[in-house]
Every structure is written in C-alpha cells, then in structure tokens.
C-alpha cells in the first residue's frame, strides 16, 4: 500500500510542475517578446536618424535612404518610409535641387509590431507602433567629397 501512494505522490508532483512550468514559460517568453518590442522601437527610431543623416549629406536620393534604413530595420518598406524635403525657406519642397534645399524630415509610418508568444495580451492582430520622425538640416547634399563613406551602402 506504500508503494502505491508513493507512485500517487510522485504523479501529483509532475501534474502540479508542468502547471508552474507553463505558467512561468509564458511569462518568460512575454518578457522577451516586450523586449523585442523595444528593440524594435529604439531600431525604428535609430533607423530615422541614419536615414536623415544620409539625406543629408549624400546627393537626393530616397532608395539610398531607404537602403540605410533598412540596415536597421529590414522589414521597412518604400510605404513606410516617407522622406520630405524643404527649401530654404522651411517650405516643403519636394522638388529642390541640392543648392536649394534646406532641410529634410524622414518618417516611419504604418510601422506594425507582431507578438510571437500567445501572451501578446490576447491580442491576435499586430501592435500599430507610433511613427517615429527625425528632421534635419541640409549639410553638404552630395557636395561633400568626404561623404562617400556615408553614401555607399554596403
């Protein structure tokens, strides 16, 4: 009879470990999940920055910019990217020349975030991240001979 409730007592222990484990599984790999969710946001934001710093500098081109964006977030699109370009004068002009543009404003748009762990808070649809944006104004523009480490994508 000993025996018996020892085999009992043994499954009871097995059942109730798979339980903590699911549960504790869960949480850990939602805890990554948000992480990833983050580094997905400082990389969309950081891919901004590089974009606006290659129009910048680099003779007006939007696939070049897009291709330095994707660098950092391969999944970007030419729909998510959008690249303005303002004259001297702080008036969006798209149609500028390098010795007329003063500035340009790179935007990620429509960027969706999707959960891979069941824990995405029962979402089953992908997250709408905000849009991230980086203004700056116009350096060189493709005049700089120092700027082909900038322009060239590799």
């Not at 004259?87 to 975030?113: F, K, M």
């Not at 959960?115 to 060189?140: D, K, Q």
Request: a neutral charge; one cysteine or more.
């Amino acid at each position: 009879m000993k025996y018996t409730a020892h085999r009992q007592q043994q499954g009871a222990t097995i059942i109730e470990f798979a339980l903590v484990l699911m549960v504790f599984l869960t949480f850990f790999f939602g805890i990554l999940d948000f992480a990833r969710m983050l580094w997905t946001w400082n990389a969309a934001n950081e891919a901004t920055r590089w974009g606006a710093r290659v129009a910048v500098v680099c003779p007006q081109d939007t696939a070049k910019v897009l291709d330095r964006m994707q660098q950092f977030l391969p999944q970007l699109t030419a729909a998510n990217v959008v690249v303005d370009w303002y004259n001297a004068a702080g008036n969006l002009d798209n149609t500028c020349t390098p010795a007329t543009c003063g500035a340009v404003n790179i935007r990620i748009r429509d960027l969706n975030y999707q959960w891979i762990t069941p824990v995405g808070f029962g979402l089953p649809n992908a997250i709408a991240m905000p849009s991230f944006a980086t203004y700056l104004p116009r350096e060189a523009m493709g005049t700089d001979p120092n700027s082909a480490s900038v322009c060239s994508v590799s």
